[in-house]
Structures are given as C-alpha cells and as structure tokens.
C-alpha cells in the first residue's frame, strides 16, 4: 500500500515537470529550434530546449527549495491514508485528472506566445511570398524567426519559470 502512496505522490510530481518539457518542444517547434533527431537530457528522445528548460526548471525548484513541498506531501500523507490502508480509488482518479488537466493547462500557457509569435510570423512570410514568388523567402524567414523567438524566450524566461515553481507548489494542495 504504501509503494502505492508513493507511486500517486511520484507521479503527480512527474506530471507536472513533464509539463514544462512539453511547453519546451512546443517552443522549440514555433521557433525552428528543434529536431526529431536530436537526444534531450534524459533517455527520451526530445527536444533539445525542450529539455533545457526541464533542466532550467528542475535547478531553480531545488534552488528554492521547492522539493520540500514534495517532502512535506510525503509527511502528509501518512496523515491522509493511514498506515497499511488502500488508496480511495475515487479521489486517486480525480487527483490524477486534475493534475494532468492542470499539466497540459500550464504547457499551453507557457508556450502560447511562441505559438502567437509562430502564426503571426508565418502569415506574414505567406503575404510576403504572395507579393514577391521569386523572393527566396524561407531563407530569411527561418533565421528571423528564430531570433525573434530566442528574444521571446529570454523576455519570458522569469514568468515561465516563475509560473513553473508556482504550480508545482500547488500540485501538492490538489492531494488533500
């Protein structure tokens, strides 16, 4: 019972962080950054920013000492399921709905102003390719593109951050 405890605990944990490398790929494929090729930080195949911010996410949680939620939502819950008693089935299924829920809620978010930077940048190079056919227009649309999504990126790189610590401070409270 209690690996079980642990396995809830662990993985609401997990499906928040998961959250923040998937607003990284999302990032990366707006702004021409990634690559299906390319190996992460861990053993899954992803994005190369994807896994940067996961890794940039994961040292300031430690920096701040947001792991101690984690350790005080271990502490609790003992207080929450006795000792040797089975998971409630019903509040496990909605705890983990929420925390997914709450997970792709905060991907999007995180990434929503690359993914507005990516359509607008994209109409523009279409009227443009429009205007002028013989104009190689993808040779100098790729290379402003990704400047102007590397700019964006260190503009909102404390507000995702930021974002990121908070939710994984509130994961913890959707247990109880």
């Given amino acids: 019972m209690e690996v079980a405890a642990g396995a809830f605990l662990g993985t609401l944990s997990r499906l928040l962080l998961s959250a923040v490398q998937t607003a990284g790929q999302i990032i990366g ?62 509040a496990v299924a909605r705890n983990m709905s929420e925390a997914m829920t709450t997970a792709f809620r905060l991907a999007m978010q995180l990434s929503m102003p690359f993914l507005f930077l990516s359509v607008l940048f994209n109409v523009a190079l279409a009227g443009i390719n429009r205007a002028m056919p013989a104009m190689p227009v ?39």
């Fill in 29 to 90: 494929q707006c702004i021409g950054v990634s690559n299906a090729f390319a190996f992460g930080v861990g053993m899954d195949n992803s994005a190369v920013l994807g896994a940067a911010i996961y890794a940039a996410c994961l040292v300031i949680l430690f920096a701040v000492d947001g792991h101690h939620s984690g350790f005080k939502a271990l502490a609790d819950s003992y207080q929450l399921i006795p000792l040797g008693q089975p998971l409630p089935a019903a």
């Fill in 138 to 176: 993808f040779m100098i649309g790729a290379p402003a593109l990704l400047m102007a999504g590397l700019y964006l990126l260190g503009a909102v790189s404390p507000t995702l951050v930021d974002e990121m610590v908070g939710a994984y401070g509130s994961v913890f409270l959707l247990a109880r």
